[in-house]
């Protein structure tokens, strides 16, 4: 069974990305940019069921997590 993020890794250190050279050796992960991408996906206004299609998780996490449903979405989370 191939495990996400150990296959993630390999594709960042592959293509020479697994460290941020902004902010030092800071090493990259496939959670931070799972998080990174959705924040991003959902501050460009991208409709709450795609993004939880897209992630892989239900409607109600992409909601909870990174929406305030009683108005806009949620930044920074």
């Known amino acids: 069974m191939i495990h ?3 296959t993630f890794g390999k594709f960042l250190k592959d293509h ?3 460290y941020e ?3 030092g050796k800071r090493r990259r992960n496939y ?3 799972r998080h990174y991408f959705i ?3 959902v501050s460009d206004g ?3 069921f ?3 299609y897209v992630a892989g998780t239900s409607l109600g996490q992409i909601q909870k997590t990174y ?3 009683s108005s806009e979405p949620v930044l920074g989370s």
Request: net charge neutral.
């Open 4 to 6: 996400v993020g150990q």
């Open 16 to 18: 020479l990305m697994l």
């Open 21 to 23: 050279k902004t902010h």
């Open 31 to 33: 959670f931070a940019t």
């Open 39 to 41: 924040t991003k996906v």
């Open 46 to 48: 991208v409709d709450a």
């Open 50 to 52: 795609q993004v939880a």
């Open 67 to 69: 929406f305030d449903t």
